[in-house]
């Protein structure tokens, strides 16, 4: 099972860390990627990171600002999010798929950016930013 967490309300400016959580597998085995979908709008994917060699990706409008990370004893993967907009609001999920480098082949850039062919995903936590 896969859950996120750490979403809220949070002015401008402000920051949250979302926690994507497995229980009855390990995370480390997998690419995480947290994806984003606001009202009337398609999912898009915000960050990924490999299992094999820990290579990251980040969507043009929130690199810089937000950091992907994992934590191997708690079995978790975080998304730090900070200078948060009013247009990063959203329900934010976490999925896992195949491991591998990002960088590599292409495949797992594909499957992670897009989010075709990840496997497990999370129920979502909202994200809301506003004054």
């Known amino acids: 099972q896969l859950q996120a967490s750490g979403g809220g309300l949070v002015h401008p400016g402000g920051s949250l860390r979302l926690s994507c959580a497995a229980s009855?597998?390990?995370?480390?085995?997998?690419?995480i990627g947290w994806y984003r979908q606001a009202p009337g709008k398609e999912r898009e994917v915000v960050s990924c990171?490999?299992?094999?060699?820990?290579?990251?990706y980040y969507r043009d409008s929130v690199e810089g600002r937000f950091t992907i990370s994992r934590d191997k004893a708690q079995n978790t993967v975080y998304l730090q999010m900070n200078a948060l907009r009013p247009e990063d609001t959203a329900s934010y999920y976490c999925a896992t798929g195949l491991s591998g480098s990002l960088y590599g082949s292409g495949t797992y850039y594909y499957t992670c950016t897009t989010g075709y062919g990840m496997d497990k995903w999370g129920k979502g936590t909202q994200v809301t930013v506003s004054s």
């Open positions: 990171i490999s299992s094999s060699d820990a290579s990251t």
């Open positions: 009855g597998f390990s995370l480390d085995r997998h690419n």
